[in-house]
């Protein structure tokens, strides 16, 4: 994983996502932080129950769509 990541005002400055409630947006940042290097976090669950996250949070990301739930269990956090 790397230790830096960049994330684009493009996405972060939209109306669609400043409409999501704060939580649900710094979730956004907390899972792109610890997303691999193809977007991928393996642990979205871990996140928020280190975070202190509800659940609820993660499902506002899918229905936004900037995140993507997959068969496995990954979360590809959308650029």
């Known amino acids: 994983m790397a230790n830096r ?3 684009s005002r493009d996405v972060v400055e939209t109306d669609r996502f400043l409409g999501m409630p704060l939580t649900a ?3 956004y940042f907390h899972l ?3 997303a691999d290097e193809n977007g991928i976090c393996a642990n979205p669950n ?3 129950r280190c975070i202190g996250y509800n659940e609820d949070d993660l ?3 899918i229905q936004y769509g900037f ?3 997959e068969e496995n269990g990954l979360i590809i956090c959308m650029e």
Do not use: E, Y
Request: glycine content about 12%; hydrophobic content about 60%; overall charge positive.
């Open 59 to 61: 499902k506002i990301l």
């Open 46 to 48: 871990g996140v928020l």
């Open 67 to 69: 995140a993507v739930p």
């Open 5 to 7: 990541r960049m994330f």
């Open 32 to 34: 792109g932080v610890r």
């Open 25 to 27: 947006q710094a979730l």
